[in-house]
């Protein structure tokens, strides 16, 4: 490409985000206060791992539908 010219853009990178399909919010992880030590069946951090495994795939497909 001559250094003069001009490198196009694709319109597509410059608009904002859909406001109608926001990327998905990651969960927050638990402080360690949240979790008491009895070794619960559901722990506050094995709901937290399904959260975050929802989330990503949920940011995965997200992503594809904003290349």
């Given at each position: 490409m001559p250094r003069n010219a001009v490198n196009p853009v694709d319109p597509a990178a410059l608009s904002a985000p859909d406001p109608?399909?926001?990327?998905?919010?990651?969960?927050?992880?638990?402080d360690a206060a949240d979790?008491?030590?009895e070794g619960c069946v559901r722990c506050v951090y094995d709901?937290?791992?399904e959260a975050l495994e929802r989330y990503e795939?949920?940011?995965a497909a997200w992503r594809a539908r904003h290349p």
């Open positions: 109608d399909d926001p990327p998905p919010v990651r969960p927050t992880e638990p979790c008491c030590g709901v937290y791992e795939a949920a940011l």
